[in-house]
């Protein structure tokens, strides 16, 4: 049950994402304003690039006692990339 839940939850999660990054394309091709761009490589930084490479770690055998440290290594890279993004985009409103 709780893999059908965070399945679920997963999709939703790339559900949202996707539509919060069409609509800031749309509206990046729409304006002048590169905000909306900022906010998309945001989202994708920390969703599907994220996954992706934890995805790798985790098939890589050669790393297995190190999997946990590069993990949580990626995930402080993301984090801080996302946040570079979102502050780039509060300074440029």
């Keep these: 049950m709780a893999d059908d839940?965070?399945?679920i939850l997963g999709?939703?999660?790339y559900l949202?994402?996707?539509v919060v990054v069409i609509e800031c394309?749309?509206?990046l091709v729409?304006?002048?304003s590169?905000?909306?761009?900022?906010?998309a490589l945001a989202i994708i930084i920390v969703g599907p690039?994220?996954?992706l490479i934890n995805a790798f770690i985790e098939k890589n055998t050669i790393w297995r006692q190190e999997r946990k440290f590069y993990k949580e290594l990626v995930n402080q890279i993301t984090s801080i990339a996302f946040l570079i993004l979102m502050?780039?985009?509060i300074s440029e409103a």
């Design 25 to 27: 394309f749309a509206k």
């Design 87 to 89: 502050e780039l985009s």
């Design 16 to 18: 949202f994402g996707t």
């Design 49 to 51: 690039v994220e996954d």
């Design 5 to 7: 839940i965070n399945k």
């Design 11 to 13: 999709s939703l999660s």
């Design 30 to 32: 729409s304006g002048r």
């Design 34 to 39: 590169r905000i909306p761009l900022y906010i």
